[in-house]
Protein backbone atom coordinates (compact mmCIF):
# COMPACT_ATOMS: atom_id res chain seq x y z
CA UNK A 1 0.00 0.00 0.00
CA UNK A 2 1.59 3.55 -0.91
CA UNK A 3 0.51 6.38 1.72
CA UNK A 4 1.12 10.09 2.10
CA UNK A 5 1.47 11.99 5.33
CA UNK A 6 0.97 15.85 5.24
CA UNK A 7 0.56 18.26 7.40
CA UNK A 8 -2.98 19.90 6.82
CA UNK A 9 -2.28 22.93 5.05
CA UNK A 10 -5.28 26.05 4.67
CA UNK A 11 -6.57 25.99 0.89
CA UNK A 12 -2.98 23.73 -0.31
CA UNK A 13 -1.55 24.59 -3.92
CA UNK A 14 -2.71 21.92 -7.07
CA UNK A 15 0.30 19.50 -5.90
CA UNK A 16 -1.01 18.47 -2.70
CA UNK A 17 -4.26 17.27 -4.53
CA UNK A 18 -1.71 15.42 -6.90
CA UNK A 19 0.22 13.58 -4.30
CA UNK A 20 -3.56 12.97 -2.40
CA UNK A 21 -4.86 11.38 -5.81
CA UNK A 22 -1.72 9.40 -6.66
CA UNK A 23 -1.84 7.27 -2.86
CA UNK A 24 -3.91 4.59 -1.77
CA UNK A 25 -3.72 6.28 1.57
CA UNK A 26 -3.68 9.86 2.92
CA UNK A 27 -2.70 11.39 6.63
CA UNK A 28 -2.92 14.38 7.74
CA UNK A 29 -0.23 14.69 10.07
CA UNK A 30 -2.40 16.76 12.57
CA UNK A 31 -0.55 16.23 15.74
CA UNK A 32 2.71 17.87 14.86
CA UNK A 33 3.68 21.28 16.03
CA UNK A 34 2.44 24.45 14.19
CA UNK A 35 4.63 26.26 13.19
CA UNK A 36 3.89 30.31 12.89
CA UNK A 37 3.48 31.86 9.01
CA UNK A 38 3.57 28.67 7.74
CA UNK A 39 0.99 26.91 4.94
CA UNK A 40 -1.10 25.28 7.56
CA UNK A 41 -2.56 28.87 8.44
CA UNK A 42 -2.09 31.21 5.58
CA UNK A 43 -2.09 30.99 1.29
CA UNK A 44 -2.04 32.99 -1.39
CA UNK A 45 -4.99 34.30 -4.05
CA UNK A 46 -4.46 36.09 -7.42
CA UNK A 47 -5.66 39.75 -7.10
CA UNK A 48 -5.69 42.84 -9.91
CA UNK A 49 -2.76 43.71 -8.00
CA UNK A 50 -0.44 40.66 -7.80
CA UNK A 51 -0.69 37.65 -5.31
CA UNK A 52 -2.56 38.30 -1.85
CA UNK A 53 -1.68 36.37 1.56
CA UNK A 54 -4.59 35.61 3.29
CA UNK A 55 -3.90 34.26 7.20
CA UNK A 56 -6.10 32.80 9.77
CA UNK A 57 -5.25 34.24 12.91
CA UNK A 58 -4.59 31.76 15.90
CA UNK A 59 -5.60 32.54 19.70
CA UNK A 60 -1.83 33.10 21.88
CA UNK A 61 -1.33 30.53 23.95
CA UNK A 62 0.87 30.44 26.86
CA UNK A 63 2.41 26.92 25.28
CA UNK A 64 2.76 28.41 21.52
CA UNK A 65 6.30 26.88 20.82
CA UNK A 66 4.26 23.54 21.44
CA UNK A 67 1.18 23.93 19.80
CA UNK A 68 0.02 21.36 18.02
CA UNK A 69 -2.11 21.90 14.82
CA UNK A 70 -4.77 19.78 16.10
CA UNK A 71 -5.04 21.83 19.34
CA UNK A 72 -4.74 25.20 17.81
CA UNK A 73 -7.88 27.38 18.31
CA UNK A 74 -8.87 30.40 15.89
CA UNK A 75 -9.24 33.50 16.64
CA UNK A 76 -12.75 34.93 15.42
CA UNK A 77 -12.63 38.21 17.33
CA UNK A 78 -10.60 39.43 14.20
CA UNK A 79 -13.53 38.69 11.62
CA UNK A 80 -10.73 36.94 9.40
CA UNK A 81 -13.94 34.79 7.72
CA UNK A 82 -15.37 37.97 6.30
CA UNK A 83 -12.08 39.39 5.42
CA UNK A 84 -11.23 36.58 3.64
CA UNK A 85 -14.39 36.03 1.83
CA UNK A 86 -14.41 39.76 0.58
CA UNK A 87 -11.04 39.20 -0.71
CA UNK A 88 -11.89 36.27 -2.57
CA UNK A 89 -15.23 37.89 -3.77
CA UNK A 90 -13.47 40.80 -5.09
CA UNK A 91 -10.39 38.88 -6.93
CA UNK A 92 -12.35 36.59 -8.47
CA UNK A 93 -15.91 38.09 -9.33
CA UNK A 94 -15.20 37.82 -13.45
CA UNK A 95 -14.06 34.35 -13.23
CA UNK A 96 -15.62 32.03 -15.99
CA UNK A 97 -16.61 29.77 -12.65
CA UNK A 98 -17.32 32.36 -9.36
CA UNK A 99 -21.20 31.68 -9.64
CA UNK A 100 -20.25 27.59 -9.05
CA UNK A 101 -16.93 28.36 -6.24
CA UNK A 102 -17.85 30.99 -4.33
CA UNK A 103 -20.89 29.92 -3.26
CA UNK A 104 -19.26 26.55 -2.08
CA UNK A 105 -16.55 28.30 -0.70
CA UNK A 106 -18.91 30.70 1.60
CA UNK A 107 -20.66 27.56 2.82
CA UNK A 108 -17.58 26.13 4.28
CA UNK A 109 -16.30 29.08 5.90
CA UNK A 110 -20.05 29.33 7.43
CA UNK A 111 -19.51 25.89 9.53
CA UNK A 112 -19.27 27.02 12.91
CA UNK A 113 -15.89 25.42 14.02
CA UNK A 114 -13.29 27.17 16.12
CA UNK A 115 -10.50 24.59 15.60
CA UNK A 116 -7.88 25.35 12.81
CA UNK A 117 -7.39 21.58 11.94
CA UNK A 118 -11.11 21.12 11.59
CA UNK A 119 -11.62 24.11 9.36
CA UNK A 120 -8.66 23.34 6.99
CA UNK A 121 -9.28 19.57 6.19
CA UNK A 122 -13.04 19.95 6.15
CA UNK A 123 -11.89 22.27 3.19
CA UNK A 124 -9.51 20.01 2.23
CA UNK A 125 -12.24 16.93 1.84
CA UNK A 126 -14.61 19.37 0.45
CA UNK A 127 -12.41 20.46 -2.47
CA UNK A 128 -11.12 16.86 -2.78
CA UNK A 129 -14.52 15.38 -3.08
CA UNK A 130 -16.12 18.11 -5.91
CA UNK A 131 -12.66 17.17 -7.74
CA UNK A 132 -13.64 13.47 -7.95
CA UNK A 133 -10.13 12.59 -5.36
CA UNK A 134 -11.66 9.15 -4.07
CA UNK A 135 -8.66 8.57 -1.81
CA UNK A 136 -9.42 7.60 1.82
CA UNK A 137 -7.93 10.19 4.30
CA UNK A 138 -7.30 9.69 8.25
CA UNK A 139 -5.82 11.62 11.02
CA UNK A 140 -2.74 10.88 12.86
CA UNK A 141 -3.96 11.96 15.68
CA UNK A 142 -5.82 9.25 15.60
CA UNK A 143 -3.64 6.60 15.55
CA UNK A 144 -2.09 5.10 18.95
CA UNK A 145 1.40 4.13 19.46
CA UNK A 146 2.86 6.42 17.41
CA UNK A 147 6.73 6.88 18.35
CA UNK A 148 9.81 8.60 17.28
CA UNK A 149 10.99 12.11 15.28
CA UNK A 150 10.83 12.92 11.57
CA UNK A 151 11.51 10.35 9.45
CA UNK A 152 11.04 8.02 12.29
CA UNK A 153 7.37 9.17 13.02
CA UNK A 154 6.86 9.04 9.60
CA UNK A 155 7.63 5.23 9.67
CA UNK A 156 5.98 4.91 12.51
CA UNK A 157 2.90 5.30 10.70
CA UNK A 158 3.84 3.61 7.81
CA UNK A 159 3.93 0.85 9.99
CA UNK A 160 0.77 1.18 11.90
CA UNK A 161 -1.14 1.82 8.69
CA UNK A 162 0.52 -1.29 7.02
CA UNK A 163 1.65 0.87 3.84
CA UNK A 164 4.92 -0.60 2.22
CA UNK A 165 5.18 2.26 0.15
CA UNK A 166 5.62 6.17 0.44
CA UNK A 167 5.49 8.85 -1.07
CA UNK A 168 7.10 12.06 -0.15
CA UNK A 169 6.96 15.72 -0.82
CA UNK A 170 10.35 16.73 -2.47
CA UNK A 171 10.62 20.00 0.04
CA UNK A 172 11.39 16.46 2.74
CA UNK A 173 14.37 14.77 1.12
CA UNK A 174 17.00 17.03 3.61
CA UNK A 175 15.76 15.70 7.30
CA UNK A 176 14.80 12.48 5.44
CA UNK A 177 18.25 11.82 3.98
CA UNK A 178 20.66 14.17 6.45
CA UNK A 179 22.53 10.99 7.64
CA UNK A 180 21.75 8.25 4.93
CA UNK A 181 20.11 7.76 1.69
CA UNK A 182 16.59 7.03 2.43
CA UNK A 183 16.59 7.79 6.08
CA UNK A 184 14.12 5.36 8.28
CA UNK A 185 12.38 4.65 5.42
CA UNK A 186 15.57 2.52 4.07
CA UNK A 187 16.56 1.07 7.18
CA UNK A 188 13.27 0.09 7.60
CA UNK A 189 12.41 -1.93 4.14
CA UNK A 190 9.64 0.81 3.03
CA UNK A 191 9.80 1.94 -0.46
CA UNK A 192 10.38 5.15 -0.98
CA UNK A 193 9.86 8.06 -3.71
CA UNK A 194 9.41 11.77 -4.08
CA UNK A 195 7.08 13.98 -5.67
CA UNK A 196 8.55 15.89 -8.59
CA UNK A 197 5.50 18.10 -9.64
CA UNK A 198 5.35 20.24 -12.33
CA UNK A 199 3.07 23.48 -11.92
CA UNK A 200 0.64 23.45 -15.53
CA UNK A 201 -0.44 26.46 -16.65
CA UNK A 202 -4.27 27.37 -17.02
CA UNK A 203 -6.59 30.18 -18.40
CA UNK A 204 -6.02 32.31 -15.43
CA UNK A 205 -7.86 35.77 -14.83
CA UNK A 206 -5.17 38.18 -15.82
CA UNK A 207 -2.47 38.97 -18.31
CA UNK A 208 0.88 37.00 -16.39
CA UNK A 209 0.36 33.88 -15.08
CA UNK A 210 1.45 33.57 -11.36
CA UNK A 211 1.69 29.80 -10.56
CA UNK A 212 1.88 28.35 -6.66
CA UNK A 213 -1.57 30.04 -6.00
CA UNK A 214 -3.97 28.10 -3.84
CA UNK A 215 -6.40 25.67 -5.08
CA UNK A 216 -9.12 28.24 -5.16
CA UNK A 217 -7.63 29.84 -7.89
CA UNK A 218 -7.30 26.73 -10.35
CA UNK A 219 -11.31 25.98 -9.25
CA UNK A 220 -12.72 29.81 -9.79
CA UNK A 221 -10.45 29.49 -13.34
CA UNK A 222 -11.93 26.02 -14.42
CA UNK A 223 -14.25 24.70 -12.27
CA UNK A 224 -14.73 21.66 -10.29
CA UNK A 225 -15.08 19.35 -13.21
CA UNK A 226 -11.40 20.04 -15.10
CA UNK A 227 -9.89 20.60 -12.16
CA UNK A 228 -8.51 17.10 -11.31
CA UNK A 229 -6.96 17.08 -15.28
CA UNK A 230 -5.53 20.16 -15.00
CA UNK A 231 -3.92 19.33 -11.54
CA UNK A 232 -2.36 15.82 -12.87
CA UNK A 233 -1.65 17.45 -16.25
CA UNK A 234 2.22 17.24 -15.89
CA UNK A 235 4.62 14.04 -16.84
CA UNK A 236 6.73 14.37 -13.41
CA UNK A 237 4.23 13.81 -10.63
CA UNK A 238 4.39 9.75 -10.23
CA UNK A 239 4.88 7.72 -7.78
CA UNK A 240 6.94 5.37 -8.76
CA UNK A 241 9.17 3.91 -6.32
Not at 192 to 215: K, R, S, V
Request: glycine content about 6%; aromatic content about 12%; some cysteine.
Amino acid sequence: MLCAIMQPTFLPWMGYFSMMSKVDLFVYFDDVQLAKRSWQVRNRIKTQNGELFLNIPIKKSAARDELLICDAVMDETQGWRQKHLSSIYHSYKKTPFFENVYPFLENIYGEKTDKLSEFTILLIESIKVAIGVDTRCILSSSLIGIEGQKDERLVSICKKIGANSYFSAAASKDYIEAESSGGAFSRNGIELAYQEYIHPQYNQLGADFLPYMCIADLLFNVGFENALDVINNNTKDKATC
